[in-house]
T-cell receptor, first 115, second 112 residues
Framework: KAGVTQTPRYLIKTRGQQVTLSCSPI?????VSWYQQTPGQGLQFLFE???????NKGNFPGRFSGRQFSNSRSEMNVSTLELGDSALYLC??????????????FGPGTRLLVL | AQSVTQPDIHITVSEGASLELRCNYS??????LFWYVQSPGQGLQLLLK??????LVQGIKGFEAEFKRSQSSFNLRKPSVHWSDAAEYFC??????????FGTGTSLTVIP
């Protein structure tokens, strides 16, 4: 099976712009989670989508949003970019049915640089 | 509140030496625990996981981890480190709603 894929791998944006990141989960997986990784804060949970619905959300401002399509692919959007949004954004997928004991499989990430 | 602590920010070992990376967790229910490894510029790769049963779990690349409930620990070990093991290692606990809580990571340097 192909792994989790994320596009694009690298992005450079300027403050105030918006950005959309894409994630394609492992075939058959219905849960997609997003994490932000920064040197200062480590890995922080953004949100999780399952069957096109946001099922769980972390403590991020409303500028961070996401959605999931019927084929389980997910997009994450960040509006009004700030310098502090520079990070590696990781997507993870899992079947979505077994709760917190499920293994999550991570993609390679999208590196976002905000200038 | 749930949390994961990795006390060692950075560890340096010689190639061929043994390795132990520490992880302590705080979780109100039965913990589901994971170790991941991240190479520079890459995503996270699962090394091993503990759900229940035998407290010593084996993973890929010769890694193992031992779950000790009394100490709230899930330490990762490897008997003989290879230069290719140099990477960042993350311990995580699975929480409600498919959310993982991660430790801050331990960076491993391997000296030839």
């Amino acid at each position: 099976k192909a792994g989790v894929t994320q596009t694009p791998r690298y992005l450079i944006k300027t403050r105030g712009q918006q950005v959309t990141l894409s994630c394609s989960p492992i075939s058959g997986h219905r849960s997609v989670s997003w994490y932000q990784q920064t040197p200062g804060q480590g890995l922080q949970f953004l949100f999780e989508y399952f069957s096109e619905t946001q099922r769980n959300k972390g403590n991020f401002p409303g500028r961070f949003s996401g959605r999931q399509f019927s084929n389980s692919r997910s997009e994450m959007n960040v509006s009004t970019l700030e310098l502090g949004d520079s990070a590696l954004y990781l997507c993870a997928s899992s079947p979505g049915l077994a709760g917190r004991q499920e293994t999550q499989y991570f993609g390679p990430g999208t590196r976002l640089l905000v200038l | 509140a749930q949390s994961v602590t990795q006390p060692d920010i950075h560890i340096t070992v010689s190639e061929g030496a043994s390795l132990e990376l520490r992880c302590n967790y705080s979780y109100g229910a039965t913990p589901y625990l994971f170790w991941y490894v991240q190479s520079p510029g890459q995503g996270l790769q699962l090394l091993l996981k503990y759900f229940s049963g035998d407290t010593l779990v084996q993973g890929i690349k010769g890694f193992e981890a031992e779950f000790k409930r009394s100490q709230s620990s899930f330490n990762l070990r490897k008997p003989s480190v290879h230069w290719s093991d140099a990477a960042e290692y993350f311990c995580a606990v699975g929480a409600r709603g498919n959310q993982f809580y991660f430790g801050t990571g331990t960076s491993l340097t391997v000296i030839p």
